[in-house]
């Protein structure tokens, strides 16, 4: 879904960077599981995001896994340690929007959305939820807080969320511009 956003937020005319946040599970938990490790694996190239990526940024897509209808402890922790620039007024009026996915149908993948969004209030971000602005959301499943995807045990996903997600992110971009053409 990450590649999908940087695509649509691409077509819209955003630089764009893929980061993703430190892993903290021991390397024998992620051994023991062919799905985590293959996701690793993966994303092994992929730089790890800084409070220095969140300043430079006017907007930001979180794609994140639902972990028992929260975001991931990882993402948590990431979100955590930027109380400094929160202090600071540097995450005030960030564009923000996420994305998630689960094993089923309703694994708590709307939960997870609005547990990050919590943060993002916090933030003092502009939260640019998909909610019902396009047909195609509705082919996705339909959740107007954010693209989310069942994937199957298969490690295949269910819903075809494509369109979504660049939509989304084209979306979030339009936003993040009103959002700094405001501010000059």
């Known amino acids: 879904m990450a590649k ?17 946040v430190q892993e903290l599970a021991p390397e024998s938990v992620i051994e ?17 995001a800084t409070s220095d990526d969140i300043e430079w940024a006017d907007a930001i897509i979180f794609s994140v896994p639902t972990r028992f209808g929260n975001m991931p402890s990882q993402m948590k922790q990431f ?7 929160w202090a600071s007024g540097k995450t005030v009026n960030k564009v923000v929007s996420a ?6 149908p309703h694994g708590g993948q709307e939960a997870t959305l609005l547990s990050l969004y919590t943060s993002m209030m916090h933030w003092g971000a502009i939260i640019a939820t998909p909610g019902y602005t396009d047909q195609v959301l509705f082919g996705a499943g339909g959740n107007p807080y954010g693209t ?12 075809d969320v ?6 989304q992110a084209k979306r979030t ?3 993040a511009e009103w959002v700094k053409k405001g501010n000059q």
């Open 4 to 20: 999908w956003a940087e695509q649509g937020a691409k077509e819209a005319g955003a630089e764009v960077k893929v980061l993703k």
């Open 32 to 48: 023991r599981n062919e799905a985590w490790k293959a996701t690793v694996d993966a994303t092994k190239d992929v730089p790890v």
């Open 79 to 85: 979100l955590d340690i930027q109380g400094g620039l």
């Open 99 to 104: 994305m998630t996915s689960a094993q089923n």
């Open 148 to 159: 989310s995807v069942t994937v199957g045990q298969d490690g295949k996903m269910i819903e």
């Open 162 to 167: 494509e369109g979504a997600v660049k939509h």
């Open 173 to 175: 971009v339009t936003v």
